[in-house]
């Protein structure tokens, strides 16, 4: 019996080690598409397997976490309700609210009631704990600005996928500079600074741009968006809008939590007291 119990031991042994090289050598391949077109003036495609993924850069153990709202901030959730937020048609939003935190529940993606001008933005989130997935299964969301501009919200804590899609990319067009996420389930703090685009008679004269420290590290700064947010596509400037709109939080089938969410538009200089 004793034979056989070490031989149950050692053929465990050898299959969790034989799991964890599988699972290692799946995360050094390439994850993407490869029948997607090329970025204007870049050698990769949209969402390319073969863009270089950001360094990781560890985050300090707190930055922005739980940072309090400032005088002229509109707070779009406080933990306790979702009176801010409807469904992008207009019904009331269906998210699990529980604890000072609002989680995705499968039933549609969200948006603010209220529209923005260029703003500073403050939001916390948290993907499942629980890994349960790869790549972009994993704590998928995003942030939606004015339902055009991604900034993407992933587990990318050791987690390969598309350099282009993962924690903090401007979805399909620029991954970040670096790779400062936390471990699956630990909170995290996206502080963001968007500058719309502009027109003038019909014709874009300035085009979005969005500075972004994940975790207190800057992972864009001014970068400018290519156009919209478009799935496998290029993005384009393809409909003029309004220099404002609403600010959206992406139901992508996975339960990522958030908290803390404040917003304040940004006033320009000189513009009195």
């Given at each position: 019996m004793r034979v056989n119990r070490n031989k149950r031991t050692l053929c465990a042994t050898l299959a969790a080690g034989l799991l964890m090289t599988a699972t290692a050598a799946a995360q050094q391949q390439p994850v993407g598409y490869e029948d997607t077109p090329k970025l204007p003036g870049l050698p990769w495609k949209v969402h390319d397997p073969n863009r270089p993924v950001p360094p990781v850069v560890a985050p300090g153990a707190a930055f922005s976490d739980m940072a309090a709202a400032p005088a002229d901030a509109v707070v779009l959730f406080d933990g306790t309700d979702l009176s801010k937020w409807q469904k992008p048609?207009?019904?009331?939003?269906?998210?699990?609210?529980?604890?000072?935190?609002?989680?995705?529940?499968?039933?549609?993606?969200?948006?603010?009631?209220?529209?923005?001008?260029?703003?500073?933005?403050?939001?916390?989130?948290?993907?499942?704990?629980?890994?349960?997935?790869?790549?972009?299964?994993?704590?998928?969301?995003?942030?939606?600005?004015?339902?055009?501009?991604?900034?993407?919200?992933?587990?990318?804590?050791?987690?390969?996928?598309?350099?282009?899609?993962?924690?903090?990319?401007?979805?399909g067009q620029t991954p970040p500079m670096v790779n400062s996420s936390r471990a699956p389930g630990a909170w995290q703090t996206y502080d963001i600074i968007f500058e719309a685009p502009r027109w003038k008679d019909g014709e874009l004269v300035?085009?979005?741009?969005?500075?972004?420290?994940?975790?207190?590290?800057?992972?864009?700064?001014?970068?400018?968006?290519?156009?919209?947010?478009?799935?496998?596509?290029?993005?384009?400037?393809?409909?003029?809008?309004?220099?404002?709109?609403?600010?959206?939080?992406?139901?992508?089938?996975?339960?990522?939590?958030?908290?803390?969410?404040?917003?304040?538009?940004?006033?320009?200089?000189?513009?009195?007291g």
């Open positions: 048609n207009g019904d009331e939003p269906e998210w699990k609210v529980e604890n000072g935190y609002m989680e995705v529940t499968s039933t549609g993606s969200i948006r603010t009631r209220d529209e923005f001008g260029d703003f500073q933005l403050h939001l916390e989130f948290a993907t499942p704990a629980k890994v349960e997935s790869n790549s972009q299964g994993r704590g998928n969301s995003g942030v939606m600005i004015y339902g055009d501009y991604e900034v993407q919200i992933l587990d990318s804590y050791e987690n390969r996928s598309y350099a282009d899609g993962q924690a903090g990319a401007l979805y300035k085009k979005a741009n969005v500075t972004v420290l994940h975790n207190g590290v800057v992972i864009h700064h001014k970068k400018e968006y290519i156009g919209r947010t478009i799935h496998r596509r290029v993005g384009v400037y393809d409909r003029p809008h309004e220099p404002r709109g609403w600010i959206g939080l992406q139901d992508h089938r996975n339960p990522t939590r958030f908290r803390n969410v404040w917003i304040r538009e940004l006033p320009g200089y000189d513009s009195g």
